[in-house]
């Protein structure tokens, strides 16, 4: 019955490795999205997908690569993970249509700790 | 550059009392505003306003938008512990591009 899921929930990992985050939603929705939420709660929108496509993509390291195998599909691959890469990642998922009423809906975060 | 602007940044209130968060904004192709609840975990969907003066109202939580001031404002009446949360509100922009504000962490005191 799950909307919006990430795998994994929690993710401790070693300065320089290289990690994926999952994100999967059944809500039948066009458009996903990855933010990066800092320990002071400020939740900053990193990429966009619509079917498929790259839609937004903000000022965000060339380590960070999304990739949309499909439109139920969003996952996060970073490379050489640095200390302040450590945040919630949240992905999100909003409806079909270009009027104003794209509520979004938000997967439970994956809390990644770079040692 | 696109912003919203939150607040108070923290509130800490008794149970019962009234609370006013404001949420103002400048953004380009603004669409909506939406606020959100976020406890322990991901932000949960509270409302989105796209109208001006138009009150929107689930229970003891009420939100208004002005879109000649560029600002919301989301109250809650009669406050409970478990309405402590940070409370969080976007403005969308454009079809897709939804800009955060930093947040009013609210703590109810019993």
Partial sequence: DTAVSQTPKYLVTQMGNDKSIKCEQNLGHDTMYWYKQDSKKFLKIMFSYNNKELIINETVPNRFSPKSPDKAHLNLHINSLELGDSAVYFCASSPPGQGPYNEQFFGPGTRLTVL | ?110
């Fill in chain 2, 1 to 110: 550059e696109d912003k919203v602007v939150q607040s108070p940044l923290s509130l800490v209130v008794h149970e019962g009392d009234t609370v006013t968060l404001n949420c103002s904004y400048e953004v380009t192709n603004f669409r909506s505003l939406l606020w959100y609840k976020q406890e322990k975990k991901a932000p949960t969907f509270l409302f989105m306003l796209t109208s001006s003066g138009i009150e929107k109202k689930s229970g003891r939580l009420s939100s208004i938008l002005d879109k000649k001031e560029l600002f919301s404002i989301l109250n809650i009446t009669a406050t409970q512990t478990g309405d402590s949360a940070i409370y969080l509100c976007a403005a969308l922009r454009g079809t897709y591009k939804y800009i955060f504000g930093t947040g009013t962490r609210l703590k109810v005191l019993a």
